[in-house]
């Protein structure tokens, strides 16, 4: 059971990335997913969020620019955004939690967002 996140880099401010978070071992869609970020120096926080059954719930930071899906498939998760700012720069990571209660990570991606 593995997760690996990939599709960060280095951005200007206003343009856009698409994160992905693939599954090994599992269907994604089986589970709610969320995308959380680190930025320097802080804590991890949650990003976006997306359930089971399709809802999804954004950070107020990140509501109108990030878009959280899943794809066909059900192996993928990802995460859309666009007019990325400085306060975006972060190491992203998504995350899963198992029936038993147990917390799955990925490796993490780096987002940079030059000024």
């Known amino acids: 059971v593995q997760l690996a996140e990939s599709g960060g880099g280095l951005v200007q401010a206003g343009g856009s990335l698409r994160l992905s978070c693939a599954a090994s071992g599992f269907r994604l869609d089986d589970y709610a997913i969320t995308w959380f970020r680190q930025p320097p120096g802080k804590e991890r926080e949650l990003v976006a969020n997306?359930?089971?059954?399709?809802?999804?719930r954004y950070a107020d930071s990140v509501k109108g620019r990030f878009t959280i899906s899943r794809d066909s498939a059900g192996n993928t998760v990802y995460l859309q955004m666009n007019n990325l700012k400085p306060e975006d720069e972060a190491v992203y990571y998504c995350?899963?939690?198992?029936?038993?209660?147990?917390?799955?990570w990925g490796q993490g991606t780096q987002v940079t967002v030059s000024s």
């Open positions: 995350n899963y939690v198992s029936i038993g209660g147990a917390n799955y």
């Open positions: 997306i359930l089971v059954g399709g809802g999804k």
